[in-house]
Structures are given as structure tokens and as C-alpha cells.
């Protein structure tokens, strides 16, 4: 089960793939500067992952204009990851959890994914400036898509 509400959010440095290369993403980097989504998905290059990270990405501004990143961590490669996000037009970051770690730290690593080896559950995680979780869900199946509207209300309450 996820890590809760109220707990310290673990740091983490995982690696992005931009056009320039690859980049190191933290947690910390927001730390007393922007709340952060941490949106934990399956697998690059699948059906409901693809539909969630374009519905994100199509949404974007709705969650800068709430004081957020929106980064998501699946444990695909770095290159996957970017030749995903090209294809399907994603613009949000994501962040390559490859030796699972991140997901450990979370608690929402999935030993078998459909007989395929440990994958990331797909969770979101909504995690203040202070770095402490104040949202905090991982859906009942990976196929199921988190309470969207729920992160942006915990965010909206956040502001004020």
C-alpha cells in the first residue's frame, strides 16, 4: 500500500531524457518552491498509461497555474521513456525509476505485472512544498486511473 498522508516523501534523483541528454530529476529541487504531482504509472507504450500522461499532459497548465511539477515515474529506460513521450506528444517529465527503487520507497512497486516481471502501480502522490505527502492513492487495479480531480482540489487547498 502507498505511503500516507502526513508522511515525509522520500527524496529521489532519477534520470530524464530531453533532447539535450539526460538530466537528473529530484524531489528535492521543489523543496520550498512548488508542490509536486508524483504520478507512478506501469509501462511506457501502453493503452491506459498513454491515455493518463496525454490527459496530463493536455491539462498541464491547470496544474502550473496550481504552484505544480508534474513528474512521472515508470520503471522503463530513460529512451523508452523519451521515444514514448514523442510519439504520443507527452509533455510532462518523466522520470526513469530502472532499478525500481523509487517505487520501493513509495511502496507501490507490484512484484508480477501480468506475469511480466515487477512494475511500478500506477499511483499519484501529491507532495507539499515541505516535502510531506498530503495526498496520497493507489488505484485498486493498474487499469484504473487516479481521482484526477481529487489531486487538483488537494493542490487548490494547498494555495489558499
Not at 1 to 16: E, H, N, Y
Not at 143 to 157: E, I, R, S, T, Y
Given at each position: 500500500?502507498?505511503?500516507?498522508?502526513?508522511?515525509?516523501?522520500?527524496?529521489?534523483?532519477?534520470?530524464?531524457k530531453t533532447?539535450?541528454?539526460?538530466?537528473?530529476?529530484?524531489?528535492?529541487?521543489?523543496?520550498?518552491?512548488?508542490?509536486?504531482?508524483?504520478?507512478?504509472?506501469?509501462?511506457?507504450?501502453?493503452?491506459?498509461?498513454?491515455?493518463?500522461?496525454?490527459?496530463?499532459?493536455?491539462?498541464?497548465?491547470g496544474y502550473?497555474?496550481?504552484?505544480?511539477?508534474?513528474?512521472?515515474?515508470?520503471?522503463?529506460?530513460?529512451?523508452?521513456?523519451?521515444?514514448?513521450?514523442?510519439?504520443?506528444?507527452?509533455?510532462?517529465?518523466?522520470?526513469?525509476?530502472?532499478?525500481?527503487?523509487?517505487?520501493?520507497?513509495?511502496?507501490?512497486?507490484?512484484?508480477?505485472?501480468?506475469?511480466?516481471?515487477?512494475?511500478?502501480?500506477?499511483?499519484?502522490?501529491?507532495?507539499?512544498?515541505?516535502?510531506?505527502?498530503?495526498?496520497?492513492?493507489?488505484?485498486?487495479?493498474?487499469?484504473?486511473?487516479?481521482?484526477?480531480?481529487?489531486?487538483?482540489?488537494?493542490?487548490?487547498?494547498?494555495?489558499?
Open positions: 500500500m502507498a505511503l500516507s498522508v502526513g508522511s515525509k516523501a522520500p527524496d529521489f534523483t532519477l534520470k530524464s533532447a539535450n541528454g539526460l538530466r537528473d530529476i529530484s524531489l528535492s529541487a521543489n523543496s520550498g518552491k512548488k508542490n509536486t504531482v508524483l504520478l507512478f504509472f506501469p509501462l511506457a507504450f501502453t493503452g491506459v498509461c498513454t491515455l493518463e500522461m496525454c490527459d496530463v499532459s493536455a491539462g498541464l497548465n502550473s497555474d496550481l504552484d505544480a511539477e508534474v513528474i512521472a515515474v515508470s520503471v522503463d529506460s530513460p529512451f523508452a521513456q523519451e521515444a514514448w513521450a514523442l510519439k504520443e506528444n507527452i509533455g510532462i517529465t518523466l522520470a526513469s525509476d530502472l532499478n525500481k527503487t523509487t517505487a520501493k520507497n513509495y511502496d507501490v512497486l507490484l512484484d508480477d505485472l501480468a506475469g511480466i516481471g515487477s512494475a511500478s502501480a500506477r499511483a499519484a502522490f501529491v507532495i507539499d512544498k515541505s516535502g510531506v505527502i498530503q495526498y496520497a492513492e493507489q488505484t485498486p487495479t493498474p487499469k484504473d486511473l487516479p481521482d484526477f480531480d481529487a489531486v487538483k482540489a488537494k493542490l487548490a487547498a494547498l494555495r489558499s
